[in-house]
């Protein structure tokens, strides 16, 4: 079927169920960041294939919402499909809501599967139509009965995390959670992020790509829990496991039955920004929901003294692996052996996969020449890929999740004699960078009071950068991980304190459209400092060692102080990665670890 | 009467009313920061003369609770009255509300004169009691009855700001509020912040000290509106004026029957952190009540540029009054002329009187000098006022009402030769109050983002200072003004963003309990910058051109950009004052703003 043909066939469906208007949402039913092909059911009905995005279909038209960073793919994919693209964001283009005000008819009905919406969008779409005196269908998976060679679920195995890996048990962490439960009266924690789940259980998986989860949700009870979820993914071994917790399996789908089934008197927490609209509609309408963010959401973010240590390891690991591509990269790009992109993406990769306990990327590399550079979200394929050459800088933001955690690192590299433009606005990141990682704070501050340091350097010279400055990163868990970030933006949020032993990165950039981008990535530890009659100091230590290139840098537009920053930190690095170096890898480390 | 025997009349009263516990705040009717003499009713049960704090009455004991400014002088105060003191915020001591709930008898009555207490807090008072089964008696003015001597509601004269210092008239400012009402659908807009009123009706007054306002209520109407206060305050001109936008008088106290008497078809605006927990309740039960932020305050927060000119008059008018002081105390103190903390701040406050439209003090001064400076809240009294001498710094913290606006300034001078220490203080202060003063940022930023940049400096060497960073300041009006600020901690309201033309203060401090405290402190006039594809950038201006003490100033010991700071705004300093100065204070001058 083209995408007509799917279209009418939807069109079919919507007509026998009195549809006016339906929605399909890129999201999967846990409102993950990646989505496994099974929920690819936005790409399915339009063509486009980037990772945001929303279709909404009615009985004579067919729109697509997608943001800035993928206006111009989506043009090219929609291009003969009658799709109408709308630019969101852009002036006078209507939002989905907006959209659905205006065209629903009076007692009209929206159509979606509840199970890819959110709480909280769900709640919007079903006030739209209250206003018009119409109502929503939300149990309408309209597009899984059209499509026919739909992708089966994943069948990834899961695995368990064993203590010497994740330093807390899954007894200990169930009672902190039920303690947690206690103080807000709940008698049952209904769960579907799977990061959250996968904590909890201390177990991972490989269902979604890059992100080593289970598909599952799960329903923790005073006594016991249920993990709803395919009992074929789960070895023998981790069966027992569960079971010594009184954890019991379920199948997947049985979720939504068993909601409908909550005993009415009881009380429920559930984090509506973490429950999709269709599990939240069958609780019943009796029992007492709390709505709060899910206790598991701080409690793996504050890693434990077993989990850093162990990051520390794995930090130190990519590190060698990523100092090792440096120097391949500076002596190979741009010499007579040709490196594109992707070949250097790959390079990056193999020394990866060359040290022990190494599991696979952490995220989609960028790899980015030049002008790609300034493409914040720039993929790079065997069409667009360029080969390196001399006069430019590849960008590469990657990360590795190793038994010993996940990590993220971007680095910018000059291949050979770069601009002075180039150099200005690397020095820029560099010192935008080194100045936040040496921040000293009191506790109780957020990333939205710090982001300042970084942005206060870019903010003199009148340029910024379009996204944020940092985000936690999981433990062998998504590389994005709430709910600390720096964004100075916080909206009505009131941000998280950071706390001990919690991971931040620290990634300012800068991106020329056209020319180049530049993005210096360091994964930071939040640590205690001095006490005294001020309060608790705190500070950051770095996690990530690997060299900022000094071919890039400009010394002399650094103060004193940026300097010692950047010889303090050259100097760890030196010190950390050159044992486990070759002879002339060593030497040109001490070379690019210089003090200046 | 002694003050156990008003505590023995107020008991008397109590039980007549079987009030169980009375509560006696600091509070005027309209959540002022400083009250006049006839709301001083906490002062007059337990002797205590500070700014902040509550008593709390039981049948069998009294407690005053205040905050750590005032610990000592509340023990000196209370020594012999029976009356205990909780030093609020330290460990182990209960709030007010701990102890009510601890205290209240089953079914008691709490009882409190409502117009004293906000909203929010007399919602608290209800809520312990209806968990005890009881309930409050909010209409219990009892010291009113015990208190005979009380003294009379001030009787300040009312007069007119001309739109010549104001920059907008009233039908204006009206019709910019009813549009405010219109988009919240309310047909009533009830206000009881005294500058908010003022600002509303261009007038001012004197009944409180420092405050140029006029004790109000007020009712805004869709046509019409009614001003509740003392007629005869206001000149047959003012009473004129008012009329013309079909502004009504009505007596000061007619607001309680008149909030009664609302049509219950009504919608009511109003700020439940400026309106009084007795006018709230007064509110029919039928009338819809939508609460929110007053729009006059925003609206009053950024000036208009009739205001902005105006005030950049008073601040140098300001500036000239500071700088001849300065040169008469570099003179004058530790020479064989006595000065002392009053007569110096006696000194200062004649200079700003021979300025021409001066109105008198914008709030209490302060003249701290030596360890007195590490007094945040100092007041000098015949007692405790010490003698300047060499080896010391005097701290003042004064500023002026002009009919041009308010001005708010604090500088700390050196007399002789200070110390190391001191001077190593002084010029971190000086460091991050330049560093904020310089800050370059884009529009969306509010305080709590951009405090760090002041903090950091503070931060690295492991000092704080337990005050914000800065605040907003009334034109004319209070001088600490609501609702910006230089805060990171903003708890859980989203801080307001920066906008043009609002004028905020940048003051951080170090203070060194029994030895010295530094403060230094500009307003800041917020600015458009550039617009370019990152934005609106924005920056601030100097409203306040004082020099800052070069004789206490290391100038090694700051950045080469933090002495172009420094060195630039001595500049425009000897630029804009010299020419009101006669030739001994011009070169004195000269000498006080060289580059360093």
């Known amino acids: 079927m083209n995408i007509s043909e799917r279209l009418a066939a939807l069109r079919r469906e919507m007509e026998q169920e009195s549809i006016d208007i339906y929605i399909v949402p ?19 009905i339009t063509g486009f294939t980037g990772s945001a995005g929303t279709a909404v279909i009615t ?15 989506a043009e090219k994919e929609l291009a003969g499909s009658g799709i109408t693209l709308f630019k969101s964001g852009e002036p006078g283009v209507d939002t989905i809501e907006q959209f659905l005000e205006k065209e629903l008819p009076s007692m009209g009905v929206i159509g979606f599967d ?29 597009i899984g009965r059209i499509w026919n060679d739909r992708p089966q679920l994943p069948m990834g195995k899961a695995f368990l995390l064993g203590e010497k890996y994740s330093g807390e048990n899954t007894t200990s962490k169930l009672q902190r959670v039920r303690e947690e439960m206690k103080k807000v009266s709940a008698n049952i924690h209904l769960l579907s992020s799977l990061d959250d789940i996968a904590w909890l259980l201390n177990i991972r998986g490989s269902d979604i790509a890059y992100c080593p989860l289970v598909l599952s949700y799960m329903m923790v009870y005073e006594d016991h829990a249920e993990l709803y979820a395919d009992e074929k993914k789960f070895p023998e071994k981790v069966l027992n496991e569960l079971k010594k917790n009184e954890i019991f399996m379920k199948p997947y789908n049985d979720i939504y039955a068993a909601v409908k089934n909550i005993n009415p008197t009881s009380v429920i927490l559930l984090d509506p920004e973490r429950v ?38 794995a930090h130190l690991k990519d590190a060698v ?47 980015a020449f030049g002008e790609h550079g300034a493409i914040v979200h720039y993929s790079a394929t065997p069409e667009s890929g360029v080969t390196l050459h001399k006069g430019g800088m590849l960008l590469t933001d990657t990360g590795g999740h190793y038994w010993e955690g996940s990590t993220d690192i971007t680095r910018t590299v000059a291949i050979g004699e770069i601009s002075q433009r180039e150099k200005e606005d690397f020095t820029l990141v560099a ?24 942005r206060e350097v870019f903010w003199k010279e009148r340029v910024s950068f379009n996204h944020g400055t940092g985000h936690g990163v999981g433990y062998l868990l998504n590389v994005h991980e709430a709910p600390i970030n720096f964004r100075w933006k916080e909206g009505n ?77 050259h100097r760890s690095v030196y010190e950390k990665v050159s044992p486990y170096l070759n002879k002339e890898e060593q030497e040109w480390l001490k070379q690019y670890t210089r003090p200046i």
């Not at 509840?114 to 309209?142: C, H, M, P, S, W």
């Open 114 to 142: 509840g199970r890819t919406v959110g709480v909280n969008t769900g709640k919007r779409y079903a006030q739209i139509a209250a206003e018009k005196e119409g109502r929503v269908f939300y149990q309408a998976d309209l």
């Open 276 to 313: 999709n609209y269709t599990l939240y509609q069958n609780i019943p309408k009796k029992a007492m929901i709390t709505e709060r963010e899910n206790p598991e959401v701080l409690m793996k973010c504050i890693k434990n003294d077993t989990e850093i240590k162990n990051t520390k390891k």
């Open 493 to 569: 949020i009131p941000a998280q304190v950071l706390e001990r032993n919690m991971i931040i990165t620290d990634e300012p950039g800068i991106y020329i459209e056209g020319s180049h981008g530049i993005r210096l990535e360091n994964e930071l530890l939040v640590c205690e400092d001095e006490t005294n009659e001020y309060g608790q100091f705190m500070h950051f230590e770095p996690l990530t060692f690997v060299p900022i290139d000094l071919d890039a840098l400009l010394p002399e537009r650094m103060t004193e102080e940026e300097r010692d920053m950047l010889n303090n930190y």
């Open 431 to 454: 010192r935008a960078m080194l100045r936040l990682m040496n921040a000293v704070f009191l506790h109780g501050c957020s990333g939205a009071n710090l982001d300042c340091i970084a």
């Open 26 to 44: 890129s999201d999967d039913f846990h409102q993950s960041e990646y989505v496994g092909e099974y929920f690819k059911a936005r790409q399915f």
């Open 59 to 73: 009985k004579n038209m067919a729109g697509l919402w997608t943001d800035g960073r993928y206006f111009i793919q």
């Open 321 to 367: 692996a990523h100092t090792k591509f440096m120097f391949w990269l500076k002596h190979a790009a741009g010499s007579d052996d040709i490196v594109t992109e992707i070949s250097a993406s790959d390079k990056l990769e193999s020394f990866r996969a060359q040290q022990e306990g190494y599991l696979g990327a952490s995220f989609a590399p960028i790899s």
